[in-house]
């Protein structure tokens, strides 16, 4: 079982910067695939990337591709989401997910918006202009 918590979101001109960090808690976090999914207003979740519960294998929605970069410290319990460039398109609120992988034999990855087992309470993005 893992707790997550999200922060750093905020208000940030198109252009700018923002990393998120994702807070979780529970000694077998190194055996979890994690995600970060957005949903705007009105519309359905969406991944926007994901880490590998070994760190060796990314994701990324296609529209954020080279932009985001996901990363995990297993030995802090962190998970990280840097974005640049950010466009009014990214705004939403961000969530941590976190889904066991290690030893699943028919692992599917990257898990998709409503296959992950644990969330947390969200934080918003939002990007003017």
């Known amino acids: 079982q893992v707790q997550l918590g999200e922060s750093g979101g905020g208000l940030v001109r198109s252009g700018g910067s923002l990393t998120l960090s994702c807070a979780a808690s529970?000694?077998?976090?190194?055996?979890?695939?994690m995600g970060w999914i957005r949903q705007a207003p009105g519309k359905e979740r969406e991944v926007v990337a994901a880490l590998s519960w070994n760190g060796g294998t990314t994701h990324y929605l296609d529209s954020v591709k080279g932009r985001f970069t996901i990363s995990r410290d297993n030995a802090k319990n962190t998970v990280l989401l840097q974005m640049n460039s950010l466009e009014p398109e990214d705004t939403a609120v961000y969530y941590c997910?976190?889904?066991?992988?290690?030893?699943?034999?028919?692992?599917?990855?990257?898990?998709?918006?409503?296959?992950?087992?644990?969330w947390g309470q969200g934080t918003q993005v939002t990007v003017s202009s």
């Open positions: 529970g000694r077998a976090f190194g055996e979890y695939a």
């Open positions: 997910a976190a889904k066991r992988q290690k030893d699943i034999l028919y692992f599917n990855f990257p898990p998709a918006e409503y296959d992950y087992d644990y």
